[in-house]
C-alpha cells in the first residue's frame, strides 16, 4: 500500500458540494486480493425492493457491516449489520486514516456485471445526520459514476471509479446532489463497493 500525500487527491470544483477522489487509494496488487478476499468472505444478500409500487430483486447483491447492531434503512429495506470482521477493520482503519472520521457502517454493493446498477438517489437518511461524510472505495471493473444537482440543470459530474479508488462527498453534497451507478451494455466484469458511513 502506498503513503498517500496531498498531490494524490482531486478535488472537484462543484457548488453546493464536497467532491474528493484518490485514485489510486490502494496499488493495483494489494487490491486484486482485497476484492478476492471481499468476494469469498462477506454473506452477500439479494433484498427485494419496491419501486413506484411494483417489487422485484435489487439489481445488486449488498451486505452490512456496523457497531452495536445498528440496523441501516434506505428504500424501504432495513439491513442488520454483521459484526466487523478483521478484514474489513483492516480496509476501515486505512479509510479512516486519510478521511479523519471514525466510521460506524459500512454497505457493501457487489456489482456481478454491467445489468447490476444503482439508480438516482441521495444518502440523506436522517440517522446519517445533517452533512454525511460518504467514503466509497472501489475494486474490481471500472464503473462510471454520475452526479447532478437537484436545482442547476447544467451541473453534472462524471467520475471514473477504477479499481482501488476512493471517492468522497462531504458537507452539503447530499441535500444539493443525487448520485448513481447506470447501468452498461458494455461486457465488464463484477465490481464491489464498499460505502463506510456514521449513523448518529
Not at 46 to 53: A, E, H, M, P, S
Not at 112 to 128: C, P, T, V
Request: proline share 6%; glycine share 4%; net charge neutral.
Amino acid at each position: 500500500m502506498k503513503s498517500l500525500f496531498p498531490e494524490d487527491k482531486i478535488q472537484f470544483d462543484v457548488p453546493n458540494a464536497i467532491v474528493e477522489f484518490y485514485a489510486n487509494f490502494f496499488d493495483t496488487l494489494p487490491a486484486n486480493e482485497l476484492f478476492k478476499q471481499l468476494i469469498a468472505e462477506v454473506p452477500w444478500q439479494q433484498d427485494n425492493i419496491t419501486v413506484f409500487g411494483k417489487t422485484h430483486p435489487q439489481p445488486r447483491l449488498t451486505s452490512l457491516y456496523g457497531n452495536e447492531g445498528k440496523p441501516y434503512s434506505y428504500s424501504n429495506i432495513t439491513m442488520q449489520p454483521h459484526l466487523w470482521s478483521p478484514l474489513l477493520m483492516e480496509i476501515k482503519t486505512r479509510v479512516e486514516e486519510v478521511c479523519q472520521e471514525n466510521f460506524t457502517t459500512v454497505l457493501l454493493n457487489y456489482y456481478r456485471d454491467g445489468k447490476d446498477s444503482m439508480g438516482w438517489h441521495a444518502d440523506n437518511e436522517k440517522e446519517l445526520g445533517r452533512n454525511p461524510v460518504i467514503a466509497s472505495l472501489s475494486f474490481g471493473a471500472e464503473r462510471m459514476f454520475h452526479l447532478k444537482h437537484n436545482a442547476i440543470e447544467d451541473q453534472k459530474l462524471k467520475i471514473n471509479l477504477q479499481h482501488g479508488s476512493l471517492l468522497m462527498m462531504k458537507g452539503e453534497t447530499q441535500h444539493f446532489w443525487k448520485h448513481q451507478i447506470p447501468k452498461t451494455s458494455k461486457i465488464i466484469g463484477p465490481r464491489i463497493n464498499l460505502t463506510f458511513r456514521i449513523l448518529k
